[in-house]
């Protein structure tokens, strides 16, 4: 065994898995994370289209006086520095 019995933190972030934790309870709280391709390309996608668009406006983040919106967000993905991003998906590409 290449580690001890319980010590690897593991969260699947799907469909079905119930709310997203927050970018700081995976950063610090989640050795490892199992999603899709699809999932993180999806999200990737959107976050820089939001980047671009507000970038296109002028803006660096939202109006004065007004919310950030959920799309708007960045995805959880962009979040949290990742040392290594593993796919299994490769024919995905």
């Known amino acids: ?19 997203d934790p927050s970018a700081k309870d995976l950063a610090w709280g989640t050795d490892l994370i199992i999603t899709t391709f699809n999932r993180l390309s999806a999200e990737w996608e959107s976050a820089a289209q939001a980047k671009s668009k507000s970038e296109d406006r002028g803006q660096l983040g939202p109006a004065p006086g007004q919310r950030k919106s959920k799309s708007s967000e960045a995805s959880l993905f962009k979040q949290v520095h990742f040392l290594r991003v593993i796919l299994d998906e490769g024919h995905m590409l």
């Open 1 to 19: 065994m290449h580690v001890k019995h319980r010590s690897l933190r593991v969260h699947v972030l799907s469909s079905d898995s119930g709310p």
